[in-house]
């Protein structure tokens, strides 16, 4: 039988203490990381990117189905997918959490885990957090600390008229994974001896349970000498991610349908659960891939990146946002994706 540690048996500080240990400082600019009343930071000629996400149980993931080390993984990576989102480099992260006493210190090595091992192949440090108590279940709050270069930071603001559209590589898998779980999780709720049946269903499920932030796409634009003109991540879908950029920019958007990146087996999905496709690639959100625009004239380079999809291009503002359908005709984008606070 496996043991179970009761948070209370450490104190605050002996469980930050528990949780921390053995981690070690990989970057130049962590001077000091946890175990002082503040870490401290050192950036020489760069600019400072720093974003926080606050994760809430039963709002943000379900336990039922996420188990403790993904949700880990998961939530230092979508913080580091908003600094690659600005053409940046994550660095450090700070992590909160709230913990009610159903948990045990065996689940948040677990939680902890995770966490460290995005780190270690994001090559982030981290330098803080913070402990409490919480009535409401698991709460999460993450800051994640990185690094730009003056000149390279990418901005929502910057999409010019007459600029293509780009995406990495492909919409609606994660979305789709949400689906396949929450399926499962309703069959299991109605049947005692219950084997939830993912067979051929691997890739939506990583999309969703473990998504990957896209450095190697920041890194394969700077090889290139590509610079991208204005830039977002694809975490509430397709639609809303477009509405924010053209909203920030300045810009519309006509957006080909055709050219949409869809995986075969979010296609067969969207099948079984007799769900519009493009509507689900559009709306799914947490893909976490990189949506940006650059000027015409990089046209050619760009396309030749491996896994980026040339799927649209920038109009004047005035000629609004649109889907362009395989039949010619025109859709009005609309912002249908994820809002916690609907």
Known sequence: MSTRTEIGSLGEFGLIRHLTKQIELKNESSIKGVGDDAAVLSYPEKQILVT???LLEGIHFDLTYVPLKHLGYKSAVVNFSDVYAMNGQPKQITVSLGIS????VEDLDEFYSGLKLACE????????GDTSASLTGLTISITCIGEGDKEKITYRSGAKDTDIVCVSGDLGAAFMGLQLLEREKRLFKDEKEF??????????????LKPEARKDVIEALANAGIQPTSM???????????????RESNVGF????ERIPIDFQTASMAEQFNMNLITAAMNGGEDYELLFTVPLAQHDAVSQLKGIKVIGRV???DLGNYLVGRDGGEVELQAQGWN???
Do not use: A
């Open 315 to 317: 109009t004047r503002p």
């Open 101 to 104: 006493k159903r948990f045990s």
């Open 52 to 54: 926080t996400d606050l």
């Open 232 to 246: 977002i991540d694809v975490s509430d879908g397709l639609s809303s991610e477009l509405l924010h950029l053209s």
């Open 121 to 128: 192949i994001y090559g982030v440090d981290m330098v803080g």
């Open 195 to 208: 084997t939830p049946d993912f067979g051929g269903k691997e890739y939506l499920l990583e999309r969703q």
């Open 254 to 257: 006509r957006i080909y349908e």
């Open 340 to 342: 916690s606070l609907s």
